[in-house]
Each structure stands twice: as structure tokens, then as C-alpha cells.
């Protein structure tokens, strides 16, 4: 089971495709309320069963007369559901609902100037008389059907806004969800809490009891193994399965030694001291860098570490007696792109686990319902430090892939001690973590400088530093120039054997995040 809706007031979000619909979901809760994302195909019959509390229809990229076009079972509207359509959502409503979308060729991208119009209606009581809100549209829509009075509009669209509260049906040819919307998460909170009487009850407490409750339903005497990386994910699930099933859980962490500096001390002090986990702390340095020994090839590098990685996590799995369970972290994101075949990226199921033979555990993956900053709080609610918490993306193979070339101790070394440097540095700077991810790769080159009276020839460390919102696309953090100057001096006087800093300015694409 992945969802909560047998428990809690729910929010179905019909997916007309693109990403706006995980933006709403994720909207929806943080006005907590439960949501899920449903396809548009979803039947009458289907949504009864399902008894949600409210329903929202996405945006999406086609135009309601494309062949093809998304549309939805038309009885829905019918069931006495409270309905909020956006943009492509509120054209399919009018559509459907005997409205006129005509065709004018003119469309309207970006920033808008939205006019309330009807400052007593249900959907925008409260709404500043003008607000900026965001468009992105080609087609809207003419005439709104019988029955609903047109709430809005900006300079280009005439109906920017409708609604017929005796059937209980709103709309918004512009994006609540998007950020740049003014009174966007207004809107929605409205809509959630007044007109479909929704209690913001989804909270974090509530989250944590609900998920300890199923954990210990679906697991009742068993025991359970968890991979623990020290990552977000498997350390949330971690935290909450000794919550849920206490001293029936053991943790193995494969420690590669390709973490950053004081990474696997700080696991190991998490979860052993702190929450007193059955920890299994396997030291495989030796053996990795035995494996990795004068090998260069990035992709042969990564096949290396994620196989040994779980032949390691196996053999020990395995002297464990009566183990029935594995847990893992996998999230929501993750399960609407694995079963949504319409999504223009598919992303490849990143957490497959390639059991050996003759091996088998039943998953348990506590996290399947959540959100990553939904995950983020209930860390910090279960008292995980701050740097599990909000620690950056790192790739599974570690520093393997920011060390360019091959891997030896001694590099490993020089590149931790800088990259803790560039890491205290920025995030001294960055109190408010916009930098997405930063930190240092070591390059397989070197070059001639001069220290005190000596020549030297040593390697350069790159500080890679990005924006991004969900790493796909980055663009390089543009640092203050002294911050930049702070870091170089420091790592040319506190790291032995590097003579030079460079700054990565690429963004992605063309690049990608890591360098390898
Ligand atoms: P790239 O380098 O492809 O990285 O722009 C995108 C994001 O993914 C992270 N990354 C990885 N994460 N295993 C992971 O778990 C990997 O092998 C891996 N490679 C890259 C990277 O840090 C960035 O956030």
C-alpha cells in the first residue's frame, strides 16, 4: 500500500501531463492536505470509490482540439465533488461543460497582471483587486458555460477565472501552484479549506504516526534489513523503522571510504549512539581500493562500486538470521515517473535492488507516500541532525566520481581535505542552502606554480558549485568573488600537494553536475 486515503481526507490531482501536477500535489500538502496524483483517464465510478474530499485538474501542454487531447470522464462533474480546474484544466472544464474556447492565435507566457472581478465570489474572496499571477497558455476560454460567473481576468484573457459554487466547480486559466502566482497558495488554501471543508490536518505528527502504524501492520514480529548510505532517504527510513519496530531492525552500513570527511563517523554516531540501531558497519576501503586500483573509466568505476556494494550488503544480510524484510527509501517522485509511461522523462527506477540468487526479501519502503521535503521534516522531527537532514545529493560511488583518473588513498585524502574546505566556506555563506550542491573535484592533472621561493608542480582542485530545482537542468551559483578568494587561499595553504583553484562556470546542459 502507498497511500493514506483510507485515513485521511484526500485530494485526487487529475494529470493532464507535463510536471504541473506533481507541483500541485506537492502544493496541496504543504496546505496540509493529503493529495495524490491520479491519471485523467480516472473513471466516475473509480473516483466514488476512492470518496476524495476535493479534485483538481492540471495544466498540461496540449491544446483541448489537438487529436488526442486528454480529456476526462465527463460525469465527474456531476458526483457534488468540489472541482478546481488550471489552465488546461478549467479549458477542458468549459469544453465540456458547454463553454467556447475560440481560436484567437493569441496566447499568453510569463508574468500577468490578474484583475479580480467579482471580489465577493467563493474561489478569490481575499485576493488583492490586482496581483500578479503566471500564465502559460495558447488557447482560453471565450464564453464560460451556463451557470458560472466569470471571477477574473488580465489584459489578454478575458475569463481568467470562473465559477459555479451550486455545482460546486472553480477555475483558473493562470497557475496557482507556480510560485510567481501572488496569491497562488492563497487560492488553493482557500479552496481546500473553505469551500471543500477540508481540515489542514496532514501534518507532520499525524505523518509519523500513520507510517509507524503500517510499518509495524505490514512487518508484526518479522525482522527488517536496511542499506543505511547516510543519504536523506535511507536514513529517514531508518529513523522511523526504530521508531516503528524498535530492536527488530538492524542497519548495514557499507562503508566504501569514498564519503567526504567525518561522513561515516557521523552515521556510525547517529545511529549507533544517538538511536541506538543495530548497526553493521562494514570497512570496505581496502577492499574497494583494491578493486579500483588503475582504473580510470568512469562508467567502469560506477559498475565496480554499485556491484560490490551490494555483494557486500548481501553477505552480511545474509548471516543475519530470519530476516524477512528489506527496507528502502524509495519516494513518491520516484513512483509517479516509474508508472507514468506518459511523462516525457522516464527516469530509470533508480532503487531496483538486484537481489543474487536464491536471495529474497520482501520491501518495505515507509517513504513511498512522501514528498523529499515531506521526508526532510519527518527527519527532523524524528531528531536527526541537521546535516543528515539537509545534506546535499551525493552520488552513490562517492568521491570516485569527482576524482578524475584513477583512485588512490592519497588522492582521496587531498580531496576531502579541500572539499570540507569548500563545503564550510559556502555553507558559512549560504545560511539560506539556495546553492543546490557544492563541492571539489580532483582532475588527473597538473601544473607548474611557485610558493615561497620553490617551484611547484602540483594538481588544481575545481569548485563545482550550482543552482538547480531538481538537478535535470543547474546553472553555476554565481559566489561573491571574495568567497571565491577565501576558499583558493585556503585550500592552496591548508592542502598539501595542490598549487592551484579553478571555478567550474558550466552549466547543465551542456555539462552535467558531477564531472564524471
Ligand atoms: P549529473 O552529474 O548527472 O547529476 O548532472 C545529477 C544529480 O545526480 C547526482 N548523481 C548521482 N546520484 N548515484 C546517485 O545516487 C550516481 O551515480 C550519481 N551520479 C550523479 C548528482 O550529484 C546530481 O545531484
Request: charged share 25%; net charge negative.
Amino acid at each position: 500500500m502507498t497511500d493514506y486515503h483510507d485515513e485521511q481526507p484526500t485530494v485526487l490531482v487529475l494529470d493532464f501531463g507535463a510536471q504541473y501536477a506533481q507541483l500541485i500535489a506537492r502544493r496541496v500538502r504543504e496546505a496540509r492536505v493529503y493529495s495524490e496524483i491520479v491519471p485523467h483517464s480516472i473513471s466516475a465510478e473509480e473516483v466514488e470509490r476512492r470518496r476524495p474530499a476535493a479534485l483538481i485538474l492540471s495544466g498540461g501542454p496540449a491544446s483541448v482540439y489537438a487529436p488526442g487531447a486528454p480529456k476526462m470522464d465527463t460525469r465527474i462533474y456531476g458526483l457534488g465533488i468540489p472541482v478546481l480546474g488550471f489552465c488546461y484544466g478549467m479549458q477542458l472544464m468549459a469544453l465540456d461543460l458547454g463553454g467556447h474556447i475560440p481560436d484567437t492565435g493569441v496566447g499568453e507566457y510569463g508574468f500577468a497582471q490578474l484583475t479580480v472581478l467579482e471580489p465577493e465570489c467563493a474561489l478569490l474572496a481575499g485576493v488583492p483587486e490586482t496581483s500578479q499571477c503566471w500564465m502559460s497558455h495558447r488557447d482560453s476560454v471565450g464564453t464560460a458555460p451556463d451557470g458560472f460567473i466569470v471571477t477574473a481576468r488580465t489584459a489578454i484573457t478575458e475569463v481568467a477565472a470562473m465559477e459555479d459554487p451550486s455545482r460546486r466547480l472553480y477555475a483558473t486559466q493562470f497557475h496557482p501552484e507556480v510560485a510567481h502566482t501572488e496569491s497562488g497558495q492563497q487560492i488553493i488554501k482557500r479552496f481546500l479549506h473553505e469551500i471543500a471543508g477540508i481540515p489542514p490536518v496532514w501534518t507532520m505528527v499525524n505523518i509519523i504516526d500513520e507510517t509507524v502504524d503500517r510499518i509495524r501492520q505490514q512487518v508484526g514480529d518479522g525482522r527488517v534489513i536496511c542499506a543505511l548510505s547516510g543519504g536523506v532517504d535511507s536514513s529517514v527510513v531508518a529513523a522511523l523503522l526504530r521508531r516503528a519496530i524498535g530492536h527488530q531492525l538492524t542497519c548495514v552500513f557499507v562503508d566504501h571510504g569514498l564519503l567526504r570527511l567525518d561522513e561515516a563517523e557521523q552515521v556510525v554516531r547517529t545511529f549507533r549512539d544517538q538511536f541506538r540501531v543495530d548497526l553493521v558497519h562494514v570497512e570496505a576501503e581496502e577492499r574497494y581500493l583494491g578493486l579500483l586500483a588503475g582504473v580510470t573509466d568512469p562508467e567502469e568505476k560506477r559498475r565496480i562500486i554499485g556491484e560490490e556494494f551490494w555483494r557486500v550488503f548481501f553477505e552480511e544480510a545474509t548471516k543475519l538470521k530470519g530476516v524477512k524484510f528489506l527496507a528502502q527509501g524509495t519516494l513518491y517522485p520516484d513512483v509517479i515517473e516509474s508508472g507514468n509511461k506518459s511523462a516525457a522523462k522516464i527516469k530509470s527506477h533508480h532503487n531496483l535492488i538486484p537481489f543474487p540468487e536464491g536471495v529474497h526479501f520482501d520491501l518495505i519502503e515507509p517513504l513511498k507516500a512522501l514528498f523529499k521535503d515531506e521526508v526532510r521534516a519527518v527527519g527532523s522531527e524524528l531528531g536527526l541532525p541537521d546535516e543528515i537532514v539537509h545534506r546535499q545529493p551525493f552520488p552513490g560511488p562517492g568521491l570516485a566520481v569527482r576524482i578524475v583518473g584513477e583512485i588512490t588513498q592519497g588522492k582521496l585524502e587531498t580531496l576531502r581535505r579541500a572539499d570540507a574546505i569548500i563545503r564550510e566556506e559556502i555553507g558559512e555563506w549560504d545560511k539560506e542552502r539556495s546553492v543546490w550542491q557544492y563541492f571539489g573535484v580532483l582532475p588527473d592533472i597538473r601544473s607548474v606554480g611557485v610558493m615561497g621561493d620553490e617551484r611547484t608542480y602540483g594538481h588544481p582542485i575545481i569548485i563545482r558549485a550550482v543552482s538547480s530545482a531538481d538537478a535535470m537542468t543547474a546553472d553555476w551559483a554565481r559566489l561573491p568573488h571574495d568567497l571565491l578568494a577565501r576558499i583558493s587561499n585556503r585550500i592552496i595553504n591548508e592542502v598539501e600537494g595542490i598549487n592551484r583553484v579553478a571555478y567550474d562556470i558550466t552549466s547543465k546542459p551542456p555539462g552535467t553536475i558531477e564531472w564524471e
